[in-house]
């Protein structure tokens, strides 16, 4: 009996043990939660979207001066694309039903650092740089930028699963860089006087800071309304929302981060 009893002991002991160390990771992983974002690295959960679907065009224009500053912006060290990872599949369901159509998605841009809108904010409370009025904002005062919607201070973008993007008949034709100094037209001018984006005819280039951007503008019709509504209709039976003041501009939804807003730069 003794001899039993110290096994029962000995068992009992054990089980104690086993039941700390599984109890242990979850407080652990709990603890790491609450941890914020370090500042430097992605979070698990993000993913480059050319290993998920290299089909995918990357246009990534805040790593180049063709935008609506003219520099390149601030947490954008390479020209790719970071999504969470449930994105970024959505994003691969799309493409592979675009690409039965004979077209691809092309992303302007992706996962944003909350430097680069805080790069925004400061370009846009500075009145005297207008250098790409021409092109962004040519019939919009950016001393109202703030007021009318088109700049603030949070980002969706931040969050991981927001991306920029439009479509591309294929065989797609690459678009000539963009250089700096050139004449600036109209981001919603007729389709052969824009800036030469190998995009479908979405009425507007991307970025333009015009109401003729809202998806459903009235004053769209025809063959550009029909290819913003491709777009729109493929995305959404992906899982994404459109921003209706801005043809280009879809969260997916659920979101996996809804209340993070991370400043890991892209690289």
């Known amino acids: 009996m003794p001899r039993l009893a110290a096994t029962l ?3 009992a002991v054990a089980a104690a043990a086993l039941l700390t160390v599984v109890t242990l990771p979850s407080g652990a992983e ?3 939660a609450r941890r914020p ?3 430097r690295e992605a979070p698990a959960g993000f993913v480059a979207l050319r290993a998920v679907d290299p089909t995918i065009l990357q246009e990534m224009r805040y790593y180049t001066p063709h935008n609506f500053m003219g520099v390149p912006v601030d ?5 790719t694309c ?5 994105a970024a599949r959505a994003l691969h369901r ?3 039903s ?3 159509r004979g077209f691809s998605l092309k992303v302007y841009d992706c996962y944003r650092p909350q430097r680069a809108v805080d790069h925004f904010v400061r370009w846009a409370k ?3 740089d207008q250098g790409m009025k021409g092109e962004f904002y040519p019939r919009e005062d950016k001393a109202k930028l703030f007021d009318d919607g088109y700049i603030a201070a949070k980002s969706g973008h931040s969050r991981g699963s927001t991306v920029d993007l439009t479509l591309v008949r294929l065989p797609a034709v690459p678009t000539r860089p963009y250089v700096p100094g050139e004449p600036l037209t109209s981001c919603y001018g007729p389709k052969d006087e824009r800036f030469p984006d190998n995009s479908l005819d979405m009425g507007t280039g991307f970025d333009c800071f015009d109401t003729l951007a809202h998806t459903l503008d009235p004053r769209i019709h025809g063959r550009q309304l029909r290819n913003r509504l491709l777009l729109k209709n493929g995305l959404e039976r992906a899982g994404f929302v459109n921003l209706p003041e801005e043809w280009w501009h879809f969260t997916f939804q659920p979101e996996p981060f809804p209340d993070t807003y991370f400043d890991f730069p892209v690289r």
């Open 75 to 79: 947490g954008y060290r390479r020209p």
């Open 30 to 32: 709990a603890g790491a």
């Open 126 to 128: 500075d009145l005297g």
């Open 94 to 96: 799309a493409q592979r």
């Open 9 to 11: 002991r000995g068992l």
């Open 37 to 39: 974002p370090s500042p």
């Open 98 to 100: 675009f690409l039965r």
């Open 82 to 86: 970071l999504l969470t990872r449930e």
